[in-house]
């Protein structure tokens, strides 16, 4: 598995393999995988799966195991799609070979976050469409690995419109705009209403309702942020919900018309002015923009 051969420079290549079995996993993975050790040019390939999974491969490896990094998917994959796609921008920046090369194996974690409701598989089709926009000029290889033991035939279905090497790919931009065409709940009617959300105001509030001191800190500077990113504002921020789910709608006469809002990395790791959306995405479960006529309405919601 070990002999090289030249590459060329390529952009983003995102494929996806369905399977059933175990040996449907390896009769997928290991391909990839010496495929990527036989790509001039680029680190060690890497395989993000399930412990199972990864116990397979160094199985039918044996020795050549040496030679993947390995990664449970779960220390990959610990939060929202944006820390998804933080995750992958970091591992790139630091480890991919010239112009991005690198081969990523990767399985989602279905069991966690991403399978656990519709509203958590819309946030990880998202990721799946967005991906093929962000890493676009990278000449990266990601196989999306989805057991369909764990992962059922409706998100497969959906999944497939996000990858390119399927008969049934979507534009990200159609698909992503379709996933927000769906109407955001109305507030509650006993939801808070808070004219100036200043970062203490939000903290006091979500404190009060019972999230803790540093939770509660995280959130209100998300809120903060978010709503410096849509100033000036449309009326008195919203606040409602049960910790952990504490939740803030703002609104502006600001439109997002770029699916692509705050999931594109930034330059730094240091918060900085502008890049309110992408902290609240990586620190919120879920953010949901909706451009309504000429405002705009952002839902923060933190667990």
């Known amino acids: 598995m070990t002999t090289r051969q030249a590459s060329t420079h390529r952009p983003f290549d995102h494929r996806m393999a369905v399977f059933d079995t175990d040996d449907g996993f390896l009769a997928a993975a290991l391909p990839f995988l010496s495929e990527g050790l036989a790509a001039d040019g680029e680190p060690p390939p890497v395989a993000i799966a399930a412990p199972a999974n990864l116990d397979l491969l160094r199985d039918a490896l044996g020795s050549e ?5 390995c990664v ?11 820390n998804a796609v933080a995750q992958v921008a970091g591992h790139l920046a630091g480890h991919a070979g010239p112009g991005g090369r690198a081969h990523l194996l990767m399985e989602p974690v279905w069991s966690g976050r991403a399978g656990r409701s519709a509203r958590e598989t819309t946030e990880w089709i998202r990721y799946e469409a967005l991906v093929n926009l962000l890493f676009a000029p990278a000449a990266t290889t990601a196989l999306c690995a989805y057991d369909t033991r764990t992962a059922g035939p409706a998100v497969v279905a959906a ?19 379709e996933l927000d065409g769906v109407p955001l709940p109305l507030p509650p009617v006993d939801a808070d209403p808070l004219f100036e959300p200043q970062a203490d ?12 001191v540093a939770d509660a800190e ?43 809002a705050g999931f594109v990395p930034p330059p730094t790791t240091d918060l900085e002015p502008g890049q309110g959306l ?26």
């Open 159 to 177: 999944a497939r419109r996000a990858h390119p090497d399927t008969d049934v790919y979507e534009d990200p931009v159609r698909l992503v705009a």
């Open 201 to 212: 105001a939000v903290q006091a509030w979500a404190v009060a309702r019972g999230l803790p």
């Open 72 to 82: 449970p998917h779960t220390d990959w994959y610990t939060g929202s799609a944006a």
């Open 218 to 260: 995280l959130f209100a500077t998300a809120v903060t942020e978010t709503a410096a990113a849509l100033a000036p504002l449309t009326g008195a921020a919203l606040l409602w919900g049960e910790p952990p789910g504490c939740v803030c709608e703002l609104r502006s006469t600001r439109r997002f018309d770029d699916p692509l």
């Open 65 to 69: 195991a040496r030679n993947i990094t």
């Open 278 to 303: 992408w902290y609240a995405r990586q620190v919120c479960a879920y953010v949901d923009i909706r451009d309504v006529g000429a405002e705009a309405t952002v839902r923060l919601q933190y667990a």
